[in-house]
């Protein structure tokens, strides 16, 4: 009787734990799939992604090769780019980038004082997020990487267009990663 109330307890104790917080994630690493979809034409990107809380982000092109070894950095309201065909770094007018870091403080935010929000997350339920009035994101799998539950394949509409997918995949959070400088 004493092993089936210990067996019970720790069965509910672990299908009712909570899991990891998405508010609570320090950095994550992943590498992007981008398919975007612009005149009817499709482009395929890869790149690598370093987020460290609460505002850096740096972006790694990986291909096409045209553009491999492009990186853009976003840290303190700040955004630079750097280009290696010219050996320079320059400010980044574009919004890419701090678009991607604006998504992630956005789901941390909601997390921590959207009740809600949680709760329909946690659960998977959450298929769709809206962004700067124009954008919507819908969710098409989520995935939970070393405890946290992340959104891994998304797509990305204007208004009614679809404009991107996006795909994650050797995604690391927590993996204590460190700022790094451009070259200069």
């Known amino acids: 009787m ?3 109330i210990a067996m019970f307890l720790l069965i509910g104790t672990s299908i009712f734990a909570s899991p990891n917080r998405i508010s609570d994630i320090k950095d994550i690493y992943s590498t992007v799939k981008e398919t975007v979809y612009l ?3 499709k482009k395929v990107k ?8 609460p505002d850096y982000l740096r972006k790694e092109v990986i291909s096409p090769n045209v553009n491999k070894g492009e990186i853009f950095q976003y840290e303190n309201e700040k955004s630079l ?24 403080k956005d789901l941390k935010n909601k997390d921590q004082n959207d009740k809600n929000f949680k709760d329909n997350y946690y659960l998977q339920k959450v298929k769709e997020l809206k962004y700067k009035d124009t954008y919507r994101i819908k969710i098409k799998e989520y995935k939970k990487v070393d405890g946290y539950l992340l959104p891994i394949k998304m797509e990305i509409f204007e208004s009614e267009s679809k404009v991107a997918d996006l795909d994650l995949k050797d995604t690391k959070v927590n993996s204590d990663l460190k700022r790094k400088e451009l070259k200069k």
């Open 2 to 4: 004493i092993k089936k």
């Open 39 to 41: 005149n009817g034409e």
């Open 46 to 53: 890869e790149y690598k992604i370093e987020y460290i809380s």
């Open 81 to 104: 780019v750097y280009i290696p065909l010219f050996d320079e770094v320059s400010e980044n007018n574009g919004e890419d980038v701090s678009n991607f870091l604006s998504i992630i």
